[in-house]
């Protein structure tokens, strides 16, 4: 079965719970987007998202894409779906309407990517590149480079990718060797080689635009030395420019994507922002590019749900423990659905996406927020959420789409570890997303050391403070921040005797972090269902029971992991 | 790199910490395999693992096996390999000398197992089931069949398989359709088809010996309807039986292994033991065979191990938190290994296989016990070792080996992600050892609901009194074994107000089960290293930190999680 996306929840999620059409509306782009208009965004997405793009995902995997000297064949009709896509005005969704976009919210861009990718992560990728691109061209980029580049870009009409990694430089990006020489007229000569590039090469679109991390001679070494320099496949007079693909990565998934070995031969670019300055021009689209990982973990982790719990309500093996209704006269198994050790597995991931959703769309609405709320102070509040939200969402949606898909692939037995049913392929495919866009630890480390611990907890303090209003103390949840506090300022005392301390921890942290934002975002789920809807409770309730059975003690566990670490610290 | 075993390990955990050859040598077969037997049996082994099993397992996956017109061919090297190993005599290892076999204790079989698996887990599928099938005809089968067959399979010479599962018969075997139909002389014409065949053809050796699960004619519907049959693909006069290979499976992972779906056209078959008792007869060999799986799991996760270890103390990115000894005055960035999240990473999955090795060994010991004894009541507890303790071993050690496994992927970052390195391999070969030989769940049920709360906590409070005896209190061992009883009366009481509850807390409590025996195991590690040898200390001291700090806060976990359900229950 192909992914469905099912609108439904979705809206549910945004309007009861989030309000998010009424709070978007108070900014000034969106005044005029009702829920009307966020419906029928949805509801095409959906269908678009079904019909076109998720039954290419089979074909993505088996067939995958094929290099032949230096040109790279993406599987069966992705080139048509992607002709589609960005015809039908997709990538332009949330792109400014001055630079020929929709204008509409980052939340429905969200929703959309979030579909995308459970549907068809390989072909996702693609377009899943632009918004980065865009966002680092429209801050960053000269008027002529945008001139020529930036609505090509924000129609997607050309496809474009993020040239960072080299092979001795991945987390590293300090250690970034690739060269920019400035020629007399304006232009820069890229030379070096870059790996990991996904869509470095592809017949998607008619050109392709790279963004490339390199060093101007005379740079200063490390992290403050990098430029960022804009290198089109074809130049504008239709030549090719001298950047090739040198052979594709044989992955354990994510066989829909080319994942390609860049050479760039004094190839012709223009740098985009200042020299030197590269990162800072990157890290415009550092919290986008994040959330969007996140999203594809939520979508990942549907997929892998939706598929187990289809076979879960056809599949008959055993008897479960209690009679149950589906039992007929003539089963000599029940539905492995009403076994006890299937239903923890389809619920429990039900509790992640279901929660992880509130916590992903709202980090969208906050990205709205932080660029079109007049009130300073509201901004800085919308910029914290997603400066201390985003890297745990990143971690945890990607740890949990491969750790829940596996589970799921356990409600199918031994057919689950057979490519036919298709769930081993979500296993693999979500593999990549603990790792790329900085991996689980690389987040971990940024939370807790360059944003907690960097202003004593103080911000992460105030987010806890302003959810904490409006949550009801008997949900646990207040209980859970106040205790999150206390560990913060545990860790900030302790890791003065050992700086290393955090080090040590940060994964920890994140988990309880990560635990905690969740029960809240369940908190609120709950509120959104109010007390006469009790169709709509059946449906959130299964999941609410998990979340407080398999997934919440987790918080204490790591709670108490940080605190005996802080303890041996003080010791020592 | 390819698999390295490293037997100075293993004989260090069987001669320092669990003194097995001296106490194998009170056992009468055993009387004469002294210390240099081991040394030099376990030296022959690693050496032939490491050149010539550990070589091929890349093409296993990469070529895999191929299926023509019914036969299927196995990938380069394997046949070679096969004939190499079974005329050095390490299938016979452990067979009956009688049987011609070397009569050598089952301990010595599982640490080969567990190399094997390490270095090829695809190969080493086709030997692994040797072993039950060689226990299963030495117990049940007619002096005829074993005059036939049993040498042939005690030496490898002919490879064997277990039929077991159909399509709509996975875990519940009681489903089983095949039939078989009595002969005048004797023997059972078998018809029917059968999944999931591990080795159900293949050019390894020159006839394959099937043992079928069937059905007799009238017999009674369910398990108890179920008998066994053994069908050879040639017959005694050399014509082929009509057992045939329709296809083999396109799996995620095992390449090297193939996965057969069978069709029995009235083939030539004989009962091994009683009509109706074919899962009895089977049942001899389970506990072995678990073993054998959780032997694959510690192999896999030592493989996983051993390469991101090796990785990490090549590559540099960025700097560690503290100066580290390895920085030399040129490096622009530290050794990975010296970063914490790297450093918990590799030191938890060493604390897993080091104190699961402990467990197995100790296992495998205790299945010789069981047998050769002469003290009824010493065999007695041997065998309750065995029934509770091998489904802990077979669900814990496999889902270690996969999330363990995934973890050294993320060692790598993204170069773990593509073929080269090989460390995706183990992630996907590791993810079927959760599902064969019985699914994570449903050993989490045989241990609580069949083997724990069938004698209201008895025999597992027996055999922790026994454990408890010579581990110090300080350890926090006793603790966890008192709270593991306590646990398991509330538990028992609260069953009997919902008797769906076992089901939903199984694998918590198993959880619980392995850490507190992985606890143990650490303990008699500790007591085993004495206080004269610094060196060694160095070794182990790693791995002990890093079970204290990240693997048994889980216990806790797990406990609070079955209690909190245990007063749910109570209060419905």
Chains 1, 2 share one sequence.
Not at 18 to 24: G, K
Request: aromatic share 6%; glycine share 8%; net charge negative.
């Amino acid at each position: 079965m192909n992914y469905q996306p099912l609108p439904d929840d979705v809206r549910f999620l945004l309007q009861a719970v989030l309000d998010a059409p009424n709070r978007l509306r108070a900014l000034a782009p969106f005044a005029e987007v009702d829920d009307e208009l966020h419906a029928q965004v949805l509801g095409e997405a959906g269908k678009f998202v079904a019909e076109v793009v998720a039954p290419l995902n089979r074909g993505g995997d088996e067939i995958g894409c094929r290099f032949d000297h230096g040109a790279v064949t993406t599987p069966p009709g992705f080139r048509d779906a992607y002709q589609a896509f960005w015809q039908a005005g997709w990538p332009a969704l949330s792109a400014a309407p001055e630079d020929g976009g929709q204008g509409l919210p980052a939340v429905l861009e969200a929703v959309l990517y979030e579909w995308l990718s459970a549907a068809n992560h390989g072909f996702t990728m693609a377009p899943g590149l632009l918004h980065g691109a865009y966002a680092c061209l429209e801050h960053h980029g000269s008027s002529e480079l945008k001139a020529r580049y930036l609505a090509k870009i924000a129609s997607g009409e050309w496809l474009a990718t993020m040239c960072l990694t080299e092979a001795h430089a991945g987390s590293d990006l300090g250690q970034v060797r690739t060269r920019a020489v400035p020629q007399p007229n304006g232009s820069v000569r890229v030379a070096g080689g870059k790996i990991f590039i996904s869509g470095g090469e592809h017949d998607l679109s008619d050109n392709i635009v790279h963004l490339v991390l390199c060093r101007l001679p005379n740079a200063p070494a490390g992290p403050k030395g990098l430029s960022l320099a804009l290198v089109p496949k074809i130049l504008a007079d239709g030549a090719r420019n001298a950047v090739h693909c040198e052979r594709i990565e044989e992955k354990m998934g994510l066989h829909g994507s080319p994942t390609c070995v860049m050479r760039f031969d004094d190839a012709t670019g223009w740098l985009i922002g200042e020299p030197n300055r590269g990162l800072a021009a990157m890290f415009v689209m550092m919290n986008s590019a994040r959330l969007h990982v996140a999203l594809q973990g939520i979508g990942l982790l549907d997929a892998a749900w939706q598929k187990a719990d289809a076979y879960a309500r056809e599949r008959r093996q055993m008897r479960a423990p209690i009679v149950p209704a589906t039992r007929g006269p003539n089963d000599a198994a029940d539905l492995i659905i009403e076994h006890p050790a299937i239903r923890r597995i389809l619920d429990t991931q039900r509790a992640w996406v279901d929660g992880a959703r509130v916590l992903a769309y709202h980090t969208a609405f906050e990205l709205d927020v932080a660029k079109h709320h007049p009130d300073v102070a509201r901004r800085d509040a919308a910029q914290r959420w997603c400066s201390l939200v985003t890297p745990v969402l990143k971690a945890a949606c990607t740890q949990q789409a491969f750790s829940g898909a596996s589970e799921c692939l356990q409600v199918f037995g031994g057919h689950g570890y057979v490519r036919e049913w298709g769930i081993e392929q979500i296993v693999r495919d979500a593999r990549i997303t603990m790792i790329y866009e900085g991996t689980k630890e690389i987040q971990a480390i940024d939370l807790l050391v360059r944003k907690v611990l960097a202003d004593g907890g103080a911000g992460l303090g105030t987010l806890l403070d302003e959810l904490a209003q409006d949550t009801s103390a008997a949900t646990g949840v207040v209980d859970r921040f106040e205790r999150l506090r206390e560990l913060t300022r545990t860790l900030a005392e302790a890791a003065r005797h050992d700086s290393a301390l955090p080090y040590w921890v940060a994964d920890d942290y994140l988990r309880a972090v990560a635990l905690a934002l969740l029960g809240w975002a369940w908190s609120r789920i709950e509120a959104g269902l109010g007390t006469d809807t009790p169709d709509l409770a059946a449906r959130w309730q299964a999941p609410a029971q998990a979340l407080h059975d398999w997934v919440l003690p987790e918080f204490n566990m790591r709670v108490q992991t940080v605190l005996a670490r802080c303890d041996r610290a003080r010791l020592v």
